[in-house]
């Protein structure tokens, strides 16, 4: 599935990998209350329903998506999704996917030869798998003119954890989706200061992960926020004290929804998250003291 946006200039595309009921709230928000859990889905039902929470199922609505960038000449993809045929025994729904991504990014116009970058926001597994494709037995880059772009400190960090022996680092995927696009010599690391791919101005957010970084894109007066696993689902946005399990610093997790909540809100900016249920992005209103989803057209 494809759906089509625009900042100012720059045209977007989001490519859906998958999207469903995939979550309990418990599993995703372990350290929320039950009662508290109940009472604020509950409460936000007649709008979480049914693009964020199926309330008969008590699922949250989760999406795998890689958003694909047309600005200055360039064709960008933000992550890169789960992949295909990717060994993942550690998450059976994301074990040997075998999806269309790739039909579906030529329809965007991002066919693996027309890609000119890969921005990965961080390296976790369902943000990278894309990167690389088997080819006789080897796993090597899917787009083979593109550059891609790492962030630094979130590299050096798994890496570090993989040097002391842990070959599974985030399900495998640093094995086999990161470390062949470093060894093929198309990788370049970002320092999270500098702007990227002529359009893309990166702010770090860690916490979810160490050296995530969320990327601002403005054209002709109006602003976009590729914002990373900031959020899992819409109720982070009413709830912004919420962290999802998956969180590697969760006080600095808390500390960067926070910011890019507050500087969504006060610029305008159309949200881009991974994650999103339909329409799979919108933007952040202040309400009172906090915030509310408005969900993009």
Not at 32 to 45: I, M, Q, T, Y
Not at 117 to 134: A, S
Not at 271 to 277: N, Q
Request: aromatic share 8%; glycine share 8%; proline share 7%.
């Amino acid at each position: 599935m494809i759906h089509h946006h625009s900042i100012g200039d720059a045209r977007i595309a989001g490519v859906i990998e998958y999207s469903g009921p995939t979550h309990a709230p418990d599993f995703l928000y372990p350290a929320v209350p039950k009662a508290e859990r109940d009472g604020v889905l509950n409460a936000n039902a007649s709008w979480l329903a049914p693009n964020h929470y199926v309330p008969h199922m008590d699922r949250l609505i989760v999406t795998i998506q890689l958003w694909v960038l047309h600005a200055g000449g360039n064709v960008i993809l933000i992550d890169t999704g789960v992949g295909n045929r990717k060994p993942r025994a550690a998450a059976a729904r994301m074990d040997q996917l075998n999806t269309l991504v790739l039909p579906w990014l030529e329809a965007a116009g991002a066919a693996p030869e027309q890609v000119t970058h890969v921005v990965m926001t961080h390296l976790h597994t369902d943000h990278v798998g894309w990167n690389t494709v088997e080819k006789d037995g080897k796993w090597v880059p899917t787009f083979p003119n593109a550059r891609y772009l790492i962030p630094q400190d979130e590299f050096d960090y798994w890496k570090a954890e993989y040097d002391k022996g842990d070959t599974q680092v985030n399900q495998g995927s640093f094995t086999d989706s990161v470390l062949p696009i470093v060894d093929a010599g198309v990788a370049q690391f970002m320092d999270g200061r500098q702007e990227v791919a002529g359009c893309l101005m990166p702010e770090p957010v860690p916490g979810h992960a160490p050296g995530m970084l969320s990327f601002r894109l403005h054209s002709r007066g109006e602003e976009g926020i590729f914002t990373a696993d900031v959020m899992h689902n819409a109720i982070q946005i009413v709830r912004p004290d919420w962290n999802d399990r998956y969180c590697v610093w969760p006080d600095k997790a808390l500390q960067s929804r926070a910011a890019l909540l507050a500087r969504a809100a006060e610029r305008g900016a159309l949200i881009m998250p991974m994650h999103l249920g339909a329409p799979y992005c919108g933007y952040v209103r202040r309400q009172g003291d906090g915030y509310t989803f408005e969900p993009a057209a």
